[in-house]
């Protein structure tokens, strides 16, 4: 028999009656543990163990919650696998309490800095890039085109400018340009333009003929934001009949790029406080390891951040919704604990609108790594969130407002979260994964953290942080939220590249739009 020497699950909370298996490969069934409990079958790592019977439709718990209820008789010792779970209600939102147990001040944490890109509107940037944003997804083609060049030919003349990236995206045209909800991708994009890793520097490809023209683009359409101020050279338009040919609309878009870069290359990095940093937490190829190993350190990484007055988002409303009524009470006050409620509401309709719901959101690789639904996926994702009372709650797309946790809404999905927390001013992601993900963002770092050793050890090029130390006893959760906290202001310094930064792993912009498409 190959049964490892030391047999290890994981019990989250005293009152569970599962525990998640560690060991690579899982346990075979005969495995005996310290407290006598003997697995009736194999169980694989990361999936759940009955350590008790339970009885028909009784309640299944972890983190202490209940995460759905007993198809059937489930014996001591079995696997409980997805089937054998059955989804509860989410929770309602009518009655949960709000702003109830506000977490009180952490003690502050001084003495951090980074070394950052200082911006005049006060921000301040991890990165140092020229951003071309376009209007339209008509235009990618030839923006795309231009950074190539940019890149090839104008680039090695510009030393402190670490890159130039085009804002592409699919919105612009053939959309319901006036739709209550095309308040979300206008003001998205708007913002976008805005992120602190752009200098300041707005530079705008327009076609000349869509529905989001520059000038509602940049004064943002009524969405509520800042008009963006631009010279007459910083929009560039294709079918201005000035333009005879492809080349001289490149030309064109080349000789003004070159008047960013000028600007950009005499920036330098300063020392900054860590106050000045904007970090967005997200995850992402989930597994049952995330909430016990992952989310948490960096929950407590979160925790640090906050401690040094810098400003902190999470984010993923589905993977929210269910661990609601854990969040409301720990909002700084009832204002805020509405606004999250708001957003759980609308996002509740959106799905309804599209007749389906939050359900939906566990992918094939969530359940492989051991989460039977998203009530369980809910419990660990929000571990992200640390111990910090919620000052903020924004709405998809909306600039981040306040230093201190942040609940930014955004969808679940990797890049469209990424992209909305790009539109929020993050300039900095700390990503978490079990079953892995080479996901990266061009426009701000992103750190990775992997939730099992056999991920980190395997995907060693790909992880910035192995988690899994935590499962196995090697090390605390406090000890893996401090290496990631020092971590962060290396890569926000600099000093340290991501691995996805050092492959040029990219994933492409992914602008949420709930509004209709014509």
């Not at 909370?13 to 075979?28: E, K, Q």
């Not at 009655?95 to 005049?120: H, I």
Request: aromatic content about 6%.
């Amino acid at each position: 028999m190959n049964q490892p020497l030391k047999p290890l699950t994981i019990k989250v909370h005293p009152t569970d009656n599962v525990a998640i298996v560690v060991n690579s490969g899982g346990l075979p069934a005969g495995t005996v543990f310290n407290d006598g409990l003997t697995l009736r079958e194999h169980v694989p790592q990361g999936h759940k163990v009955a350590l008790v019977e339970i009885a028909l439709d009784a309640p299944i718990l972890r983190y202490g919650e209940v995460i759905g209820y007993a198809m059937k008789p489930i014996p001591q010792g079995s696997w409980i696998e997805e089937s054998l779970v059955r989804l509860p209600e989410a929770p309602p939102l009518e009655s949960l309490p709000l702003a109830t147990k506000v977490p009180a001040p952490l003690p502050p944490l001084e003495g951090y800095t980074f070394e950052g890109y200082r911006n005049a509107d006060g921000t301040v940037g991890t990165k140092n890039l020229l951003a071309i944003t376009q209007t339209v997804q008509c235009v990618a083609g030839v923006v795309d085109y231009v950074v190539r060049r940019l890149k090839a030919e104008v680039l090695p003349k510009y030393p402190n400018v670490d890159g130039i990236i085009g804002l592409n995206h699919i919105y612009g045209c053939g959309v319901a340009i006036n739709a209550p909800a095309a308040v979300v991708p206008i003001r998205t994009l708007h913002n976008l333009a805005l992120n602190p890793n752009f200098g300041n520097e707005v530079f705008v490809i327009s076609l000349g003929c869509e529905k989001l023209p520059p000038e509602r683009l940049l004064n943002e359409g009524g969405a509520g934001g800042v008009p963006i101020k631009v010279v007459s050279d910083d929009v560039v338009c294709l079918q201005d009949e000035r333009f005879t040919g492809f080349q001289s609309m490149v030309e064109a878009i080349m000789k003004q790029a070159e008047v960013h870069l000028v600007r950009l290359n005499q920036r330098q990095r300063e020392t900054c406080p860590a106050a000045d940093l904007i970090v967005g937490l997200q995850c992402g190829g989930s597994d049952a390891f995330s909430g016990v190993t992952a989310n948490p350190a960096v929950g407590y990484a979160a925790d640090l951040l906050v401690r040094a007055g810098a400003a902190v988002m999470f984010s993923e409303v589905t993977e929210v919704r269910d661990a609601i009524h854990l969040l409301t009470p720990r909002c700084a006050n009832e204002e805020v604990g509405k606004a999250l409620l708001r957003e759980m509401a609308w996002y509740d309709d959106y799905l309804g609108r599209g007749e389906t719901n939050r359900a939906a959101n566990t992918t094939p690789g969530n359940k492989k790594g051991g989460l039977a639904n998203i009530v369980e996926k809910a419990m660990g994702s929000i571990a992200k969130s640390g111990t910090s009372a919620i000052v903020d709650v924004i709405a998809p797309g909306e600039k981040i407002r306040r230093k201190g946790l942040t609940y930014a809404a955004t969808p679940a999905s990797d890049f469209v979260c990424g992209t909305q927390q790009l539109a929020s001013g993050m300039t900095l992601q700390v990503f978490t994964t079990g079953r892995g993900t080479p996901y990266g963002l061009e426009a701000a770092p992103v750190i990775k953290v992997a939730t099992r050793r056999d991920l980190a050890a395997r995907w060693h090029d790909l992880m910035e942080v192995d988690a899994g130390t935590i499962a196995t006893g090697e090390e605390t959760i406090e000890e893996v939220g401090w290496k990631l906290f020092k971590l962060i202001l290396e890569v926000a310094s600099g000093r340290k590249k991501t691995w996805a930064d050092q492959w040029g792993l990219f994933n492409a912009l992914a602008v949420f739009n709930p509004a209709p498409v014509t």
